[in-house]
């Protein structure tokens, strides 16, 4: 859900029109079940998640590829189906757009583990791609994509063995647990880094309102009075706001407070 959201922004900025991600499913089934469940040409993009061993699968369907695609090219958004047909600028204009989002992908899973998402592949046929064996354990996340007058899925494919060494880290107790941890390191990190924040400190002698003009007349032994009896305490400021009230004198020889 955190993904849909990212990837909502993401697309509304790159394609400057209102795009709408939603999740539709979540579902767990064998690898060769997925790739019959989406059609025969399609928009697929393979990347890969280190630390995390193995590769994941973006599918965008056509209808929502191609309606991107024309948006990008300062189109309506209109949706032409010519998948089997792609041109090299095409498919280039395809793979950045959709590399992009892979910075959402590492921001949406920052909660459970650092990873650094890169594209490796931009395939179109299905029986071509071999991202794991047929009766390998996959989780299939179905986000529900809506621009302009087109909507279609886009399906993340992620196997069984790339989630393996962090299934611990997905339950909801890790995971609530973890937001705690984070929040109070961030807490702590805040007041150290404002521990080292300098600001000034000014001891205020007093203070007074002059015309412009005797402003401009001042010269050598004039004398300003200030509005401060030699006995009333000094105001000590740090930043903006009056911290300390003082008492002027010297120590070493030097004017102190």
């Not at 019959?36 to 929502?64: C, D, H, K, Q, Y």
């Not at 959709?98 to 899973?109: D, K, R, V």
């Not at 647990?177 to 205020?204: D, F, M, W, Y």
């Not at 903006?240 to 102190?256: D, H, V």
């Amino acid at each position: 859900e955190n993904f849909a959201r990212l990837l909502t922004t993401l697309f509304s900025a790159k394609l400057r029109t209102y795009v709408d991600i939603t999740v539709a499913s979540v579902e767990q089934l064998p690898y060769e079940e997925f790739i019959r469940s989406i059609p025969s040409m399609t928009v697929m993009n393979v990347f890969e998640a280190p630390p995390l061993s193995g590769r994941m699968l973006m599918e965008v369907n056509p209808n929502i590829s191609f309606a991107m695609l024309d948006r990008l090219l300062g189109g309506k958004g209109e949706s032409v189906n010519k998948v089997e047909n792609l041109t090299e600028i095409e498919i280039k204009l395809m793979t950045q757009l959709f590399e992009s989002s892979l910075e959402s992908f590492q921001e949406a899973w920052q909660s459970i583990i650092e990873i650094e998402p890169k594209m490796l592949d931009f395939e179109v046929n299905p029986q071509f791609l071999q991202l794991v064996s047929p009766n390998e354990t996959v989780v299939v996340v179905s986000l529900t994509m809506s621009i302009a007058e087109t909507s279609g899925l886009i399906n993340i494919c992620i196997p069984h063995v790339v989630l393996e060494p962090i299934i611990p880290n997905l339950s909801m107790h890790y995971w609530m647990e973890n937001q705690k941890k984070s929040t109070e390191v961030e807490v702590e990190a805040i007041k150290n880094r404002i521990q080292q924040a300098r600001l000034p400190v000014i001891a205020q002698l007093g203070e007074t309102e002059i015309t412009i003009d005797d402003f401009l007349q001042l010269s050598i032994n004039d004398v300003i009075p200030l509005r401060q009896k030699i006995n009333d305490p000094l105001k000590v400021k740090v930043g903006e706001k009056t911290k300390f009230l003082a008492q002027p004198g010297t120590k070493n020889r030097q004017m102190a407070i």
